[in-house]
Every structure is written in C-alpha cells, then in structure tokens.
C-alpha cells in the first residue's frame, strides 16, 4: 500500500423518499467481527424500523467485502451501498441504511437510487482521510544548517513534528515513502554530508486539519 482511503470519523445522512426514510451511519472498523458487532447495536438502535441493510470493506486492499439486503429485494440495498464504498476507494469501512418505510413501494430502481444516495449523503457527513505509508526521519545538523533544512522540508511539503535546539539542532520530518530518498539526498548535498539522518521503520500516517497524525498501525 503507498496510500488509500480511510474513514477517521465516522457520521450520518439522511434523506426521504416518497416518505421513506433512509438513514446512513458511517463506522470505521477494523474486523469483521467489529462489524457484525455494530450491526447488531444498529439493529437494536433502531429496532422499529423496517430494514437495516449495510456493507464494509475491510483490509488495505479490499481483501474483505460484504453486503446485506436485510428483506429488500436481492441485490438493491446492500450491493448499491457496497458501489458507493468502492467507487469512493474507501477502506475500513462500514455503511448501515436504514429504512423506515413510508408506504409507497419504490421499485428495484427506486430502491437502488435511494440506498445509493443514503449511503452517499452517509460519507459527506463522515471525515475521509488519505491514509499513507511514509518514515519519520530525524536529522541533527548545526545551526548553520538549519535554514537549509527548513527550506527543503518546505519545498517537499512535508511536516515537521518537531525541533529541538541544544548543541547543535535536531528536526524530525516526516516523509511519504516516495520522497524517503530525495529527502535523504538534499539534506546530505546541502549539509555536504556533516547532517546525520536516522529513518524509521515505515509507518502510516495522515493528514487530519492541517495537521500530520502517525497511525499506530
């Protein structure tokens, strides 16, 4: 994986069909079992309803993926949700609409446009952040070189997370894996090699607010 996406907070939509209602509630999950478990909460949530349908996706690559009509017609809830998902590449995810019935049957195509934009207006009220593989490097340098370093940090668009000033200086930056090496090369050309740099394992992080936020996975 260099990056994909992933739901930092989840939220909810809703939207009304022909008196129907449909309310999506976004999760970020981690396992199948996480999932089946707020399945469950959601159905008890909402235990006077006439549906529960979902789908997630779980796995940087998509490795798991489920759906569920719920008593809808087969293939016009769950897999119309599960559309929404992949076709926005989100990942860790779970999606629940749930329907109170109005009265009016909508249709199979009814039911599919309804349940796509339940679970579409779900994910504009949720947080999606760009998940990416990178290293933290930390570089000590003199004073000197300071400047030098802040200006290459700049250049690449890359967060530094911290400075610390003592004898000499100390940057931690952290780098997506594609720029690991032309970060490495910079600093060693304008220091002329006296900056010393120490990589990290790889690591995930993302951009949250304006601000870089190291996963712990």
């Not at 019935?101 to 009814?110: E, I, K, S």
């Not at 207006?121 to 990178?134: D, F, H, I, P």
Request: hydrophobic content about 40%; some cysteine.
């Amino acid at each position: 994986m260099v990056e994909h996406k992933i739901v930092y907070n989840g939220g909810s939509g809703e939207i009304v069909e022909k008196k129907s209602r449909f309310i999506a509630n976004v999760f970020p999950v981690e396992s199948e079992e996480e999932a089946f478990g707020i399945i469950e909460e959601t159905k008890k949530k909402y235990w006077d309803a006439r549906h529960n349908c979902h789908a997630f996706v779980i796995g940087e690559r998509g490795e798991i993926t489920r759906c569920s009509d719920d008593g809808e017609p087969s293939g016009t809830a769950g897999r119309p949700i599960l559309e929404v998902i992949t076709g926005a590449g989100i990942h860790n995810v779970l999606v629940i609409v749930t329907r109170y019935f109005g009265g009016t049957l909508l249709g199979t195509g009814g039911l599919v446009r309804a349940y796509s934009q339940a679970a579409q207006a779900g994910l504009a009220e949720s947080q999606v952040v760009t998940k990416q593989v990178g290293r933290k490097l930390t570089i000590d340098t003199d004073y000197n070189g300071i400047g030098k370093l802040q200006y290459i940090a700049a250049q690449l668009e890359l967060a530094v997370l911290d400075t610390v000033y003592s004898d000499k200086v100390q940057m931690v930056v952290l780098a997506p894996e594609d720029k690991v090496h032309a970060l490495e090369k910079k600093v060693t050309e304008a220091s002329s090699g006296q900056a010393s740099i120490d990589i990290s394992d790889k690591l995930y992080f993302a951009e949250i607010d304006g601000e870089a936020v190291v996963f712990e996975d």
